[in-house]
């Protein structure tokens, strides 16, 4: 059997019309819905398209007879998320994953802010504020902006530890092979149908954007399989992950990049149901990080209570496109006076008659070094070294 191949120009064609005719639709005043409506029965009358389907009338997985695929992300441009034709019951996105964590804190102080959109998408004050609002926490903060933030980034996500992440980036359900998965966007932007990307588990988005001239850009975007597959050689200790990520936290996500991000580690994963404007997303965002920061706090504040004050303000669920920000994991986890584990060593030093001529209470360097000097010195023909370690949990 014959491969079909369709040149990378074919597609790229496709994909332009595409745009233009959402232009035009959006042009004479039509909604998202209708926009996705026109824009599916356009797709499926393409010589080159073998199937399209929609998820939530903004999310359009094209389907070409080559067998590749590109996810089509309408509105991008005003939200983050899809349109507020989207309806899923309120009760069912408050859901929770049941899993056991021992310990409210992080393990690690180190944090990353991840940006994909610092060049694109207003306000950088989120991030920066966030970045901020963690350095003055006494984290150790990586800000990963632009096209920093790509595949190779992500393949050894885990290995940096970082103990808080959060992610601003564009999201999106695209369906691969019947299932439907979120996907997290990551740059460079491209502008054209960029090629495989060599990597399990990464499929291809077309999303709004001012940074090319021609108004959208194609970009690779990383699903579950691509967290099993690459993000796997540490567990990420007990980490929190804040998602600015349209339908970062859908119910459809529990089975797939949730769960995975929790299997690998993550302590307490909190995102958006649907899609979140900037509007609400963006302070609810930054409100989050400042409840949680707060030294004063008595006691210290949980997610839970944050969740709860952006409730409050307002934020969640959001009026516009009835978003709601949810949290899966643990909702008492904590960031502020993170308890951290250190090892520590105790050393006793004994003559040959047993007595005790050295007792300390060092780090692994030290007793070492304290041990060592001991014999050199020659104040002793022979010593009993007795070295006892032990993990410790100590405050922050």
């Not at 004479?28 to 599916?40: E, P, R």
């Not at 998320?81 to 393990?107: C, H, I, Q």
């Not at 949730?258 to 404007?277: E, M």
Request: aromatic share 10%.
């Amino acid at each position: 059997m014959n491969e079909i191949k369709i040149e990378a120009s074919r597609k790229d064609r496709v994909i332009k019309d595409a745009y233009a005719k959402i232009s035009t639709l959006k042009k004479g005043g039509y909604d998202v819905k209708k926009q996705s409506t026109d824009l599916k029965k356009w797709l499926e009358e393409q010589d080159e398209v073998e199937e399209v389907s929609v998820y939530g009338d903004t999310d359009i997985t094209v389907k070409f007879k080559d067998k590749t695929q590109v996810g089509i992300l309408l509105d991008r441009k005003k939200i983050y998320g899809g349109s507020t034709e989207n309806s899923v019951n309120v009760d069912t996105n408050k859901r929770n994953l049941s899993r056991y964590v021992g310990d409210p804190y992080p393990v690690s102080t180190k944090a990353a802010v991840i940006d994909t959109l610092r060049d694109d998408w207003p306000p950088a004050s989120t991030p920066d504020n966030i970045n901020n609002l963690l350095e003055g926490a006494g984290y150790e903060v990586d800000y990963i902006k632009n096209d920093n933030a790509n595949l190779q980034f992500f393949t050894t996500f885990d290995d940096n530890e970082y103990g808080v992440v959060f992610i601003r980036s564009h999201g999106g359900i695209m369906n691969v092979g019947g299932d439907d998965k979120l996907h997290i966007m990551v740059r460079p932007f491209f502008s054209s149908f960029p090629p495989a990307s060599g990597y399990t588990g990464v499929g291809v988005f077309t999303v709004g954007t001012d940074v090319l001239p021609q108004g959208y850009a194609y970009t690779y975007a990383f699903n579950n399989q691509f967290v099993q597959q690459y993000m796997n050689n540490r567990h990420f200790p007990n980490s929190l992950f804040h998602l600015l990520v349209c339908h970062g936290a859908d119910p459809v996500a529990q089975d797939d990049m949730i769960k995975s991000f929790l299997d690998r580690g993550v302590g307490c994963y909190t995102g958006w149901t649907l899609n979140a404007s900037s509007t609400h997303g963006d302070p609810a965002a930054v409100q989050f990080f400042q409840v949680l920061c707060q030294s004063s706090a008595n006691p210290t504040n949980t997610v839970a209570n944050a969740i709860a004050q952006i409730n409050s303000a307002g934020h969640t669920p959001d009026p516009g496109t009835s978003a709601v920000l949810v949290a899966h994991g643990s909702s008492a986890m904590q960031i502020i006076n993170c308890q951290i584990i250190k090892e520590i060593s105790h050393i006793t030093i004994r003559n040959p008659k047993g007595e005790i001529v050295g007792r300390g209470f060092h780090d692994i360097l030290d007793a070492v070094e304290y041990g060592t000097n001991q014999i050199i010195g020659g104040k002793y023909s022979k010593l009993q070294i007795i070295h006892n370690v032990e993990l410790k949990k100590i405050q922050w």
